[in-house]
């Protein structure tokens, strides 16, 4: 942290301790760490044919995942926000889902699926707040899901809107 810091006060006299950006402020092991565990969460695994190892190796990398839970191949789970997402019990993901937890000019958001839910193939999750997807929600192929969805609804279309169960 302080090697860093003492790099960016030496290119930038001008600046002040407060304006330093934060990822300057990393410590060594960090900036060692992270491209390594970027690296494996967004290039190695993802491609893994086993399920069971793209789980086990996505835990490795720090994202908390349920037990009896499937990640389809070639997801893109947010490798810079490992530790806000969280995926529960018996959820399934199918190929290609795209987790996005931050963007340009937005904070870093929780993305939380509860047990039992179904991501179908293609989905996009941006979570630009928050978004909880509830206990058994369904979420439809190719989806772009930008806010919560209620447990037990099915959400789909571009951005989702929560189909009404007929009765």
């Not at 301790?17 to 990393?26: A, G, Q, R, T, V």
């Not at 399920?51 to 893109?76: D, P």
Request: hydrophobic share 40%; net charge positive; aromatic share 12%.
């Amino acid at each position: 942290m302080k090697l860093l810091t003492a790099i960016y006060r030496l290119r930038h006299r001008d600046i002040q301790d407060d304006n330093i950006p934060y990822y300057w402020k990393y410590p060594l092991w960090t900036v060692i760490c992270k491209p390594i565990r970027k690296f494996f969460s967004a290039v190695v695994i993802p491609t893994i044919p086993f399920n069971n190892i793209r789980i086990w190796g996505y835990r490795i990398c720090g994202y908390k995942i349920g037990g009896g839970t499937f990640i389809g191949m070639r997801c893109y789970l947010d490798d810079l926000c490992y530790d806000l997402i969280e995926i529960g019990n018996n959820v399934t993901i199918s190929y290609g889902v795209y987790f996005a937890c931050h963007g340009r000019k937005q904070g870093h958001n929780k993305l939380v699926i509860r047990d039992g839910a179904y991501i179908g193939m293609g989905a996009t999750i941006i979570a630009k707040t928050d978004i909880e997807i509830g206990r058994k929600a369904v979420i439809g192929a190719r989806t772009l899901v930008n806010k919560s969805v209620p447990a037990g609804k099915t959400a789909v279309g571009i951005p989702c809107h929560i189909l009404e169960s007929k009765q």
